[in-house]
């Protein structure tokens, strides 16, 4: 062995040493620490519950995804690989009026609905215990349970004069990767594709066979707010648009168990059917593998926002005790060579948020046929559609009481309604809500009433508020924030009613139909359907310029 090599060795081995002797230094400090506080504190304190503050606090420094679960929390780790739980399958929130939860959905062929639960119902007890003041967490844990156990749910239902008890028997719940897929043209199909699971490709492709066999010669494949998840299940789903043996994803880390490479090992189902995927800002994970993967190699049209860039690979391991370890090993790699990882949770910014590149300093990268794409921010779509801005009145309607109160009464006063997709309130319906809203405590500041505030205190400040008084005045006097005049303003009034229209359909034909009322007026599903239509301009989108 040469002396440099010799070196080189003893260096390498001085830091493995410093480096142990550094971690056995700071496990020794933190368990004295935990010691003297169990001996000395005021207080008595849980082991459990001290030295679990100490895990989550420790790798909340790390990055979001990498997360402890303790062993009676493994129900949820269940839940977020595989989508299924033990309960009685619906949709709960928080009733501030009368400070209970609410059921808002009982889900199709559930426990719930079979057993006559409607959304609407005010949940008064479980197996006789009061659930006033209990929040939406504590609610549902009670919901849940092992399946083929029976309990009893006691409720609350508007107009009708005493409680309602159903027995409900609790059984496996399976949340749907793929909630509808139907037609929106007589010749392109459509997917809602809502999350990556164990099995979804599955689904997915059955969607796909189903949409083919219905005359759809194009697709549109929606991951708009679609987490991602397991990531054989990502190249499953693009397998079914690209040939055998193509690369779609690899992944490297600090350890070569961890670095992988992974091919489509499957016949595809249609490598020329034109497919335009759907992104926001909130598809992220394998929802970005397939849309990227499906980019790099120019086999579909990326539409919508940039996505939310989580190039991050995690693993879960056993610890001691039945708990487990979710934890970030590896950085994933699309097929144009790209890790599209946006944030640097090593390197936080000041105020504790982590810290993104810059656009100026990502790297060029190019697709199967010479497109130019980037690394190191999410996909960015082929076709920008910027999600239109909402007045703060819409947000604070859409999740007021008087918004729930308004929907239970209009579907107490209706039997049926209209198809999903073709369900609209009329102005009369709309009038009516906004004298229930007038009528109720509802209340908002807008946005604005809080920056005009802000600078009269700095006009104040400053001196010179005196001078622009009537000026100030004035324009507090447009941007006042009165409820009916600002529920009445046509931005305003379109958007709350698709809200309401979208609850209420919801009630009638569950979150199948939900969506497709929403499809009825979304601006993304409408560029696709132009691409779709235009050849020529579908082809150019794929086709570097030159």
């Known amino acids: 062995m040469g002396l440099g090599l010799l070196s080189a060795f003893h260096v390498s081995a001085q830091k493995d040493s410093n480096r142990n002797f550094e971690l056995l230094k700071n496990l020794e400090i933190f368990g004295d620490i935990y010691k003297q506080l169990d001996m000395l504190y005021v207080d008595t ?34 839940e977020m690989t595989t989508g299924k739980y033990a309960g009685i399958g619906s949709v709960i929130r928080y009733y501030k009026k009368e400070d209970r939860v609410m059921i808002i959905e009982p889900w199709e062929d559930s426990p719930a609905n079979e057993a006559g639960v409607r959304g609407g119902d005010i949940i008064l007890s479980i197996d006789g215990k009061d659930m006033k003041g209990k929040t939406n967490q504590e609610v549902s844990e009670k919901l849940r349970g092992d399946a083929g156990t029976t309990f009893e749910l006691t409720v609350r239902r508007a107009g009708v004069e005493e409680p309602l008890s159903f027995k409900i028997t609790r059984r496996n719940i399976t949340m749907p990767a793929v909630p509808y897929y139907g037609m929106v043209s007589d010749s392109v199909g459509y997917i809602y594709f809502d999350r990556f699971v164990s099995g979804c490709s599955r ?21 708009r707010g679609n987490p991602g998840g397991p990531l054989n299940e990502a190249v499953e789903v693009t397998n079914l648009f690209i040939p055998r043996g193509q690369k779609v994803v690899y992944t490297k880390g600090k350890l070569a168990s961890v670095n992988s490479e992974h091919y489509t090992e499957k016949e595809p189902l249609d490598v020329n059917i034109p497919v335009a995927v759907l992104v926001s800002r909130s598809t992220a994970s394998s929802a970005e593998i397939v849309s990227g993967a499906l980019q790099d190699k120019d086999r579909a049209v990326i539409i919508g926002e940039r996505t939310y860039g989580k190039g991050l690979v995690q693993i879960i391991r056993e610890v001691p005790y039945h708990g487990s370890l979710k934890v970030t090993t590896s950085r994933y790699y699309i097929p144009s060579g790209r890790c599209i990882q946006a944030y640097d949770y090593r390197h936080l910014n000041p105020d504790g948020s982590a810290g993104t590149v810059p656009d100026s300093l990502t790297k060029v990268f190019y697709t199967a046929g010479g497109r130019e794409v980037r690394d190191g921010g999410g996909i960015q779509p082929d076709v920008v559609i910027e999600p239109d801005s909402l007045p703060s009145i819409v ?37 009516d809500f906004v004298r229930m809203v007038a009528e109720s405590d509802f209340t908002y500041k807008s946005r604005t009433e809080e920056v005009m505030k802000l600078l009269e ?79 020529e301009r579908y082809r150019k989108l794929l086709k570097p310029e030159k």
């Not at 939900?514 to 696709?528: H, T, V």
Request: with cysteine.
């Open 45 to 78: 304190l849980a082991a459990d519950t001290v030295i679990e503050w100490g895990i989550n606090s420790m790798l909340q420094r790390v990055d979001p995804f990498t997360a402890y679960y303790p062993e009676n929390d493994m129900d949820e780790l269940k």
């Open 203 to 223: 689904d997915f492709r059955r969607a796909v066979v189903a949409l083919k066999e219905q005359g759809a010669k194009a697709l549109v494949v929606d991951m």
């Open 395 to 431: 947000y604070d309607i859409a999740s007021s009481d008087v918004a729930i109160e308004y929907i239970n009464k209009y579907v107490r006063e209706h039997e049926s309604i209209a198809p999903a997709g073709e369900f609209s309130l009329t102005d009369e319906d709309y009038a």
């Open 457 to 535: 205190r700095a006009a104040r400040f400053e001196g010179c508020y005196e001078d622009a008084k009537p000026e100030f005045e004035a324009l507090a006097q447009k941007m006042n924030g009165d409820v009916t005049a600002g529920l009445e303003r046509p931005l305003n009034k379109k958007e709350i009613k698709l809200i309401l229209e979208n609850d209420i359909v919801s009630r009638y034909y569950f979150r199948r139909g939900a969506i497709r009322q929403q499809l009825k007026d979304d601006k993304d599903l409408k560029a696709a359907l132009e691409i779709l239509a235009d050849t």
